[in-house]
């Protein structure tokens, strides 16, 4: 059954630290997304990548936050340094491009920065 | 800024009722898509209309399209206390569909 994976599930940290977040795109899927969630914005698209370049990364704040893909099997989004306004959920989702266009979601990884 | 942008906020009804849920948006889309989002988990692909079709069935599940009035609704028939989740539409940017903004959501409660 493939799915997306996400690391950390949970994170806690202080604000001023650096947080890292890990996905494992479905393995063939050549299109990464990077999604943040909260209740008053909602779901916002910070960074996308095909083939592991990036393509658009309009909607992340480009001071402290930085989105690469080491390898098609791991996507990273790097928060540094955090803030309390970061507090939110991270989604990581892949897709096929020339396919569906479905994309298929990880199970996030909720931030809270104190 | 979101393109869609779904109707109501919120919804509570009773298990085998029929629920529906509507999403406007405000430019033109080579496709829309409808996808649930249970409490605390990511989001589910549930069903793709492309903007030359005006209705689509899954199951359960009915879509349709106005690209005239920009709107599609979601209907779910003979609801069940599992389908309780957040409904999310979201369309595809122009220039390319791999890009999508998404609504605020309806969150629907089916109470047993």
């Known amino acids: 059954d493939a799915r997306v994976t996400q690391t950390p599930r949970d994170k806690v940290t202080e604000m001023g630290q650096e947080v890292t977040m890990r996905c494992q795109p479905i393995?063939?899927?050549?299109?990464v997304f990077w999604y943040r969630q909260t209740m008053k914005q909602g779901l916002e698209l910070l960074a996308y990548?095909?083939?592991?370049?990036?393509?658009?990364d309009s909607g992340m704040p480009k001071d402290r936050f930085s989105a690469e893909m080491p390898d098609a099997t791991l996507a990273t989004l790097k928060i540094q340094p955090s803030e309390p306004r970061d507090s939110a959920v991270y989604f990581c989702?892949?897709?096929?491009?020339?396919?569906?266009?479905?994309?298929?979601f990880g199970p996030g990884t909720r931030l809270t920065v104190t | 800024s979101q393109q869609g942008e779904e109707d109501p906020q919120a919804l509570s009804i009773q298990e085998g009722e029929n629920a529906t849920m509507n999403c406007s948006y405000k430019?033109?889309?080579?496709?829309l898509q409808w996808y649930r989002q249970n409490s605390g988990r990511g989001l589910v692909h549930l069903i793709l209309?492309?903007?030359?079709?005006r209705e689509k069935h899954s199951g359960r599940l009915r879509v349709t399209l106005d690209t005239s009035k920009k709107s599609s609704s979601l209907l779910i028939t003979a609801s069940r206390a599992a389908d309780t989740a957040s409904y999310f539409c979201?369309?595809?940017?122009?220039?390319?569909?791999?890009?999508?903004?998404f609504g605020k959501g309806t969150k629907l409660t089916v109470n047993p």
């Open positions: 989702a892949s897709a096929l491009f020339g396919g569906t266009y479905e994309q298929y």
């Open positions: 393995l063939g899927h050549n299109t």
């Open positions: 990548f095909r083939n592991r370049a990036p393509l658009d």
């Open positions: 430019t033109s889309i080579n496709n």
């Open positions: 209309i492309r903007s030359n079709e």
């Open positions: 979201a369309t595809d940017v122009s220039g390319g569909s791999e890009k999508l903004v």
